[in-house]
Each structure stands twice: as structure tokens, then as C-alpha cells.
């Protein structure tokens, strides 16, 4: 799915999960660091080289707020503001993790989009990086508005989808990049998603099947659409692969679209599909794993190289003449390498190296000077601090499926450097959302430093119908929502007692959004496994669908809610109907604006396990949607957080100090079980 009145109520002593103070480690813990350094917000987010090479392009916050720069790429430290946003700021990311902004052909301006405090209806804004000049190019309020493609022949032309006749149907427009003119390309009644070419044309339609799996449509020229590839059940986890990794492309001469693959195989593979007869041809496959990114030349769009992921992330090069560049990329910093960009020349490069002990570094890369240049770091309040490293373990189910998740220790816990504690810790278990277009991976997180920091080991966890594995590791997730799904973390929390990482009885869930789902699902289905929980903007209610949910794929995935025996699935796997067992704390974050999963999914679990009178804290934040988006409501919760940790765990936590200062929360329930909170809420 893809991350309060001041009312308090008298919580009845049901047990809080607490079992008396955590034993003195045998060697000294390193200083409690402050919430606002180890979760500041990045100082630089998201670079891109602007085609002709000459600008670099990033993220940055101004008065707290992230806002767009500019800088001449041999020049970082003359980097300017060309937007003066406030508030939220504008959102670096999709859902996905994908950067939002696009720099157009000209590497004139750049084209980004802007929702109101979290509601996911977007409008797309062009400004002018000379002159900072900005337009809301689609001004439609309440509309969501989808940038698809630049035009390459007229760089003053761009193809947007827009829903304003249907939500679910977007029309196809051409966008005039300075006037704001849309012209009508084609009217949309039945595809969910349709793909220009690189003029502008629609190629391809995406249509949802009356059995809940998509078929790939060519326009016939009359209006009309004819079959091009009919997708299997079991094989459409590569089609949504595909879109969340940006691995879409059409060939130059836009006669095949390039896409990932599973028929007949279980890992995917990169396909080539004749856009007329519908033919398939491989163009790159790994036998190890599936497919975890893709690069491609900027102008003819051919593939150069591959990533894969199992424990960590390896490029594999096709072309020969970018295999001389990832060897030496390897060579300029440690980590694994990511490219976030490249001029249309190829000559300037911007490269990510990701460490999972230090603050994510970036460079540029000079390709014919082979010179790379340290740009900065996104998060430099973060370099040199002692952190530990990610590590990785294999897991296999019962049912045969095998995955990787990772655990991570407090610095002072691991002595010998073994990659075991001294002795068993105090655990928080982080379930990513999703689950299929998110996955847990080695790479740098402050979130995890600072739960360890506070004296936690994390376990970092995949399960069923996380991305990577193989296509029936993630359609082995069908109707498994909260059965086998839940079953693999529970196997997972049992591997770290058993390897004496995790004490038991101190084990805590954390999560947001599918993973807010899982931990509702522990704390009330098997209320006496976990300590406690936090969940941030998590589905209680399967059968209530969420908005943004299609009922004909959904159905497949976690049930029909069409159907007797779908209710039935759907009711046994909904956390509400259970929350009456909890047993233990429960904080609960919810945007008010989510479009996602909309605030009466929290308010009604909430009210029942108030009902069966366990401790429950609810914080609500008026201006924000699915996750917390603003600085100072991102401190607020995990503020609140590690109080409510320290209190259900056992570990360190700082005084809420000035924690909630600019904050918009409202506590709704519970004020009184965080200690402090109710004089930190008065402060503010």
C-alpha cells in the first residue's frame, strides 16, 4: 500500500508488556544521541544531472521544507532554491521510492509534482531554473494528474494522464510545458494505465481482466484496442515490478516496449515485446535472482546493465562500453553503487554508494576524465558517528520458500565484532510496507540507528510477497495476508531468540502501512508473542477495502469481498475483529488526508481496543496523508515513540524536551500512558 482534542482516558492495568529492567551490558553504550540528529530529515535528497550535463539537481529543506535546487555541476557550493515551498514541502519520493521530478529535454526547467498536505490528488508545476518562475501547469483541483513521458522531438511537449472523468480511468493529454494548453490524445474508458511512446503516442493499455490479472492492449488505429498479451495469474508480479522500478521502455524507433518477465520461469527476466505480433525476446536474466533495477542510455534507449539483489546489490554490465565505468566506480567509495543519473552525452554521471553503518554518499562522475568528485552526503549530521552494520540471514519456511532478511545491533552490544550480542537485547521487529512493491534490503537507515542507539536490536524483515525472491516467493502472499505472512515474521522473531539475539518477552513490532497491517495482526491475533506495537497509517478492516485498491486484482490477493467464503477470509484476517485479545501497548499514527488508507481504518480499532481496555495511544496529524512527510511531525511520533518503547522495552529514551514544537498532532487517546507527553503537549 504502499509508509488529537486533548482527550485522555483512565487505561486499566491489563499488563504493558513490561518485565523489569534490562540487565547492565558488559560493555559501556554509547551516548544517547537526540531524536532531531539521528532522524533529521536528509539535507540532500534525490540528485539528477540535467540532460546537457551543465546542472545538478537535488533536494534540500528551507526553513524545514524540502524545496528543489540547482547548481552548476562543477560548482555544488553555488547551489540555489528555485522553489520556496512551505508546509510539507515537495515530496522527494513515490511510494515506491522513486525520485518525482524530472528534469524536461531543453535543461531549461524542471517539471515536479504537488498534492495538498497529503492527498495524492496531484497537479503538475513546471519552473523556470533561470528565473525560478513556476506554473501549476494542470490546475485541477482534486484531480490526480500523472506525468508519463517528454516528447523527444519537441522538448516543449510532455504526455500526462489525467482522472478527472473517472478515477479509475485516466484520458491521455499532451501538456504544452509553457502555456499549460492540454490537447486530447485519447479519451479512456478502460485501461488503468496507458504508455506513450517517445512521440507522444499510445502504444500500450493496461487493462484489469474480470479474473483480477492484466492484459497488455495496442491501440487498432480505430479507436479500438486488440490483445497483445494476455498475462497470467502468477505472472503479473513482474508486470507490477516493472512499473514500481521504472524498467518500462520503448526502443528507439518505438516498435517494442521493453518490460519484465516470469512465464515459464520463476525469476524475472527483461523482455522485449514486438508492440505488433506481441513476440517476446530475453534480453538479460540472472539464474540467482530476480531482476532489481535497469539502466538505459538516455537517447537510444538501449539496455547497458542490469542490478540483482539477494543480500546486497550488484550491477551486472551488457554493453562493453559502460563495463569500464562500473569497474571503476567500484573503486571510488565503498558501498554498493547506484546511478541516479546521466547527462545525454554520457560524460557526466550522478552515483550513489550506500553503506549500511554510514550516511548514503554521492559523487559525480566525469567519464572522460575518469575523475569523480564527492558532491555531499544526505545526511552529514550523521558522518562519523559509530553505527552498526546490517546483517544479513537466510530464512526457509516450512512450506520451502527461502529469503533474506537482515538484524542490526546497539554498537555496544556486539563487543568482539561477531555479529552476535553479549546477550540476548530488547528487539524491535520493522516490517516494511507494501509488501510487493517495498522489500527489506542492506542499505543505510537512521531509523534503525536510532532504535539501536536506544538500546534495541532490529530485525529488519521479509516475508511472503516481498519483492526479489522469485515469483512464488511473492504470489505465495495470495490470501495470506495475515495467515502465512504473519506466520514468516513470527518464524523470524523465533530464529533471533534461538540465536540469542532477541530476549524473549521483549520483543516489540513496528510498521507502516501494510506493515502498521502486520502489526495490528500481532498485537491482536497473537497478542501474547509481542510487547508491544507501533503501527503508522496500518489497515485494520480488510473488508473495507482501501480506496486506491482495484476489487477484481485485490480479490485475488487478500480476498473477495464479493463472495461468502471471500467476507469469511477477509473478516478472519481483520485485525478489528480481533482487537478485543490485545493485550499489550499499541501506538497508533494516522494522516488525516491519506488517501490510502483513510483515518476511519485507525479510528474504529482504536475505539475497540479501548473497549477491551488495553493501553492504546492514538496520535492523528491534520495535515498529512499516507506517512509523515513534515519534519517536526515526523519528531513528534518517535518521540513519543521511544517513550512509549522505553516504557513497554526497557530501553533508553530522551525527554521529550522541545520534540513537539511545530507539530500538528492531536493525541485522541492516551495522552497519559507516554510519560511526559501530556506536559510536553502543554508546552507546545
Known sequence: ????????????????????????????????????????????????????????????????????????????????????????????????????????????????????????????????????????????????????AFSESDPNQAAVAVKDRSPYFPDLYRLDLTTGDRTLILR???????????????RVGIAIAADGTLDLYRPTGDSGWAMLWDIGPDDVAALNATSYQRAWEFDRENRHLIMYDTEGRDLTALVTVDLESGRRAVIAENPESDLAGVLYHPTTHQLQAYATMWTRTIWHPLDPSVGSDFARLAKVADGDVKVLGRSDDLTRWIVEYTLSDAPIAYYLYERTTGRTTRLFTGTPALEGLKLSKLHPFEIRTPDGLRFVSYYLLPPWSDPDGDGRPDRPQPTVVLVHGGPSDERAQWAYGPFVHWLANRGYAILYVNYRGSPGFGKRFINAQNLEWGGRMHADVLQQVDWAIEKGIAAPGRVALIGGSYGGYETLVGMTMTPDRFACGVDLVGPSNLERFMPHWNVDRMSKVVGDPRTAEGRALLRSRSPINFAAQTRHPVLIGQGANDARVPKYQSDTVVAAMQGAGVPVIYAVYPDEGHGLLRPANSFSFWAMGEQFLARCLGGRAAPFGDALAGSSVRIEAGADYIPGLTEALKAR
Not at 533529521?40 to 544531472?49: D, F, G, M, Q, S
Not at 523556470?128 to 484531480?143: K, S
Not at 479512456?188 to 499510445?202: F, S, T, Y
Open 188 to 202: 479512456n474508458d478502460k485501461m488503468v494505465a496507458v504508455l506513450p511512446d517517445h512521440e507522444l503516442r499510445p
Open 1 to 148: 500500500m504502499k509508509a488529537v482534542g486533548f482527550a485522555s482516558i483512565a487505561l486499566l492495568a491489563r499488563g504493558t508488556g513490561c518485565s523489569g529492567p534490562i540487565p547492565a551490558p558488559t560493555s559501556a553504550p554509547v551516548r544517547l544521541l537526540p531524536l532531531q540528529t539521528l532522524l533529521a530529515p536528509a539535507t540532500n535528497l534525490a540528485p539528477a544531472i540535467s540532460p546537457d550535463g551543465r546542472w545538478i539537481s537535488f533536494l534540500r529543506p528551507v526553513d524545514g521544507a524540502m524545496n528543489l535546487f540547482v547548481a552548476p555541476a562543477e560548482s555544488i557550493g553555488a547551489a540555489r532554491p528555485i522553489t520556496n515551498r512551505r508546509g510539507r514541502g515537495l515530496q522527494p519520493f513515490d511510494v515506491s521510492g522513486n525520485v518525482l521530478y524530472r528534469w524536461t529535454h531543453d535543461s531549461r526547467r524542471i517539471v515536479f509534482p504537488q498534492d495538498n498536505n497529503g492527498d495524492e490528488k496531484w497537479n503538475l508545476h513546471v519552473v523556470d531554473i533561470a528565473t525560478g518562475n513556476e506554473r501549476n501547469l494542470t490546475p485541477l483541483p482534486g484531480v490526480e494528474v500523472t506525468f508519463l
